[in-house]
């Protein structure tokens, strides 16, 4: 069975840093690309990053230049480093494992997900 674990949510204020971690088990990590999603409270979930198994990363727009996503396949997690984060970074973040080597942007793309950690940013 694949668990995907998220830790590291927690009450920051605007311009701060946080790192969110996803331990993975169940599968072979090494042969699956992974991602974040977010879902902002009454909001659609959206897509925020995603790494495929070469190492090639890609993000959205709003996160661009300050999320870092990266994996560690002898650990099998997967990070994000987010900075100077904003207000409207409050969401439920959710690691994703997707069912290849790459992923996109669409969640139906993605059919591991973990319980999701909360992140809240205040003014």
């Known amino acids: 069975q694949v668990q995907l674990v998220e830790s590291g949510g927690g009450l920051v204020q605007t311009g701060d840093s946080l790192r969110l971690s996803c331990a993975t088990s169940?599968?072979?990590?090494?042969?699956?690309?992974m991602g974040w999603f977010r879902q902002a409270p009454g909001k659609e979930r959206e897509f925020v990053t995603s790494i495929w198994t070469g190492g090639q990363t890609y993000y959205a727009d709003s996160v661009k230049g300050r999320f870092t996503i990266s994996r560690d396949n002898a650990t099998t997690t997967v990070s994000l480093q987010m900075n100077f984060l904003k207000v409207e970074g409050t969401a439920i973040y959710f690691c994703?494992?997707?069912?290849?080597?790459?992923?996109?942007?669409?969640?139906?793309?993605?059919?591991?997900w973990g319980q999701g950690t909360k992140v809240t940013v205040s003014s």
């Open positions: 994703t494992g997707g069912s290849s080597y790459r992923t996109s942007r669409d969640s139906q793309d993605c059919i591991h």
């Open positions: 169940g599968r072979t990590f090494i042969d699956y690309a």
